[in-house]
């Protein structure tokens, strides 16, 4: 059971809106956002993708023997 939650309707109906706007094309709403970033006077900070190490990962790298001591 689910409860109803008016912000949460509120906000669902101006995604929807929104969306609606741009014909529902995630292209054009990524477009407009960029065109908007770049009209505001506020500077965006990108780290880019960052790479995620499991626990397993971490512990595989830290028992490798290194590349001179292989032969």
Same mark, same amino acid.
């Given at each position: 059971m689910m409860i109803e939650d008016p912000v949460v309707e509120e906000i669902r109906k101006y995604r929807a809106e929104h969306a609606a706007h741009y014909g529902n094309d995630l292209r054009k709403i990524c477009e407009a956002l960029r065109k908007q970033e770049k009209k505001s006077q506020k500077e965006f900070v990108d780290f880019g993708p960052k790479l995620l190490q499991t626990k @397993? #990962? $971490? $512990?595989?790298? /830290? *028992? *490798?023997?290194? /590349?001179? *001591? @292989? #032969?």
């Open positions: @397993n #990962m $971490a $512990a595989c790298k /830290s *028992q *490798q023997v290194p /590349s001179d *001591q @292989n #032969m």
